[in-house]
């Protein structure tokens, strides 16, 4: 396995993500569900984009296809090759609208390619087909030119499904989980920005598109195609935010910060500077951390006298959350091996492990893992700290 692989591997598979938590569904929540086929030809489907089908290009920008696939994809269309179906769901509060649940980096690269154009701006120009060789090096401008060619794409038909009946938003949750697009699995945070998009999302979009120290943790050197820069900056805001209370269910936490700072960016124009003199702080605290714990270990476990090499979010949540606040970040700073060998130290404590192991997402483990990293804090340098606001147990 090659180093680049293998780094790629460790961050793609980080764990305590939201979608292996409780699903709160009972078969009635699926019984209401209505799912109409329907064929729409390639023209169609293009020109519905924007309208009735919702890609928002500031929520759909990261697309994890490479130029190679995408042209692929446009030849199999030329030769009718059966494409699996695109499926939808309709969208509350608003008729004839459509969320996409399966099928956005098809619908992406119909786009593009007849827009004539990728996102980045260049030329979409087919290449490294393997049948139509001929069109190699073509755009749409060029083929189009020739009528067979261009009627040939416009009047393919392409399968789509559209899901109607639903009441409750974790049927649709449950539903984009177990879909798979090829061999990658879909991100939550794409079907969030659909769900709930409005100005919070798209200043935390174009935000992370800033390659910086998060970026840098994740070992990625671009923006993540499956946004989990954007779901670390997210969950860092909801657990440095009292106004929420962490009650268990991680999905629907950052559905509530979502959508709080959604209609704090409409209201309140200052907002929007708190959010960003917030989100350096988790930057400074993201460098603090290399500083004092070393890139490679700086989000890890600490298990059997050894860091391990798979990034943890929990612990991110519990290191990234301490430093945040700058008098911690000047200590650590000033005091590497101390905080260092106190951090180590609380890794052992059986409920501290726990905490970060297994059932992560509950109440009980958030608290305590906040609280034992905390107070260990408090206990070396005398500074107290604020921990999160996470429901007490007796008030399940």
Known sequence: MSNDFEQSYLFEN???????????????DFSQLIIAPSDWTIETLYSQIGKQIDLDPAF?????????????????????IPIPQILFSSKQGSKGAFL??????????????LDGKHDDGKVFKLKELRVLKELNGKSWADISKDEDWKYRLLNETQRTAIIRGWENEQVLYEIFFRLNSGSVKLSPMELRMSLHPGEFLKFIIRWTERVGPLHELLNKRVPDPRMADVELAIRYLAFSDPEITYQGDLKKYLDDICLLYNDKFRNDPEFQETIASKL????AAIETGFAVFDKSNFGHKFIEDSYERRFNRAVFDVQVGSLSFPAVRDFALANRDIFRNAFETVSKDPN?????????????????????????????????????????????
């Open 280 to 283: 350096d702080g988790m930057d």
């Open 352 to 396: 501290f492990q726990r905490a970060v192991e297994t059932t992560t997402k509950s109440v009980l483990s958030t608290k305590t893992r906040f609280e034992k990293w905390y107070s260990t804090i408090t206990e070396i340098s005398g500074l107290e700290l604020n921990v999160p606001n996470i429901e007490h147990e007796d008030a399940n």
């Open 100 to 113: 996409v649940l399966d099928g956005k980096q098809r619908l992406i690269t119909i786009k593009e390619f």
């Open 60 to 80: 759909q920008r990261r697309g994890v296809w490479n130029t190679v696939a995408k042209s692929r994809f446009i030849e199999s269309i030329f030769l009718g």
């Open 14 to 28: 980080v764990d305590a993500t939201e979608e292996t938590g409780q699903v709160d569904l009972t078969v009635d």
